[in-house]
């Protein structure tokens, strides 16, 4: 018989389930593999169209698309450092991303939640000198 994979959370104790369920460089890994064929420059361009789309025709599909991309990548701890170059170039996106986002963006409805701020909490708290260092080598 095959075990469902839901199944298997009765194998582990809360704090070492907490972390797999937690790793968003696993799923983002895994994301990568399945829908990009490992391409992480094609996930770069998946999150530059996402945005694009959001912001110049309002698609609200487009714009949780880039929210659920933003929201994971600014919390891969593990992947920052085994993917640095990514990391760099999504971190000069996104910067050049926020520029577009017009002043009113965090004062509407849609994004009250202000996922941006916690997802950008997150990314620096992962670590931020190892984000400078490599920002630093690249340029």
Not at 4 to 21: D, E, G, K
Request: proline residues 5%; positive net charge.
């Amino acid at each position: 018989t095959v075990t469902p994979r839901n199944s298997l959370v009765h194998l582990f104790s809360p704090p070492q389930l907490s972390p797999l369920i937690l790793n968003f460089a696993l799923k983002v890994q895994e994301l990568v593999t399945r829908r990009f064929h490992g391409s992480w420059h094609d996930l770069l361009g998946e999150v530059q169209l996402s945005f694009i789309l959001f912001l110049y025709i309002s698609s609200l599909a487009a714009y949780r698309q880039w929210q659920a991309l933003t929201a994971a990548l600014c919390r891969c701890e593990t992947a920052v450092e085994s993917n640095g170059p990514f990391f760099v170039a999504y971190i000069r996106v996104l910067h050049a991303q926020l520029k577009l986002v017009p002043e009113d963006f965090f004062a509407t409805e849609l994004s009250r939640e202000n996922f941006l701020q916690s997802s950008l909490t997150a990314m620096f708290q992962v670590r931020p000198k190892r984000l400078v260092l490599l920002h630093l080598r690249m340029a």
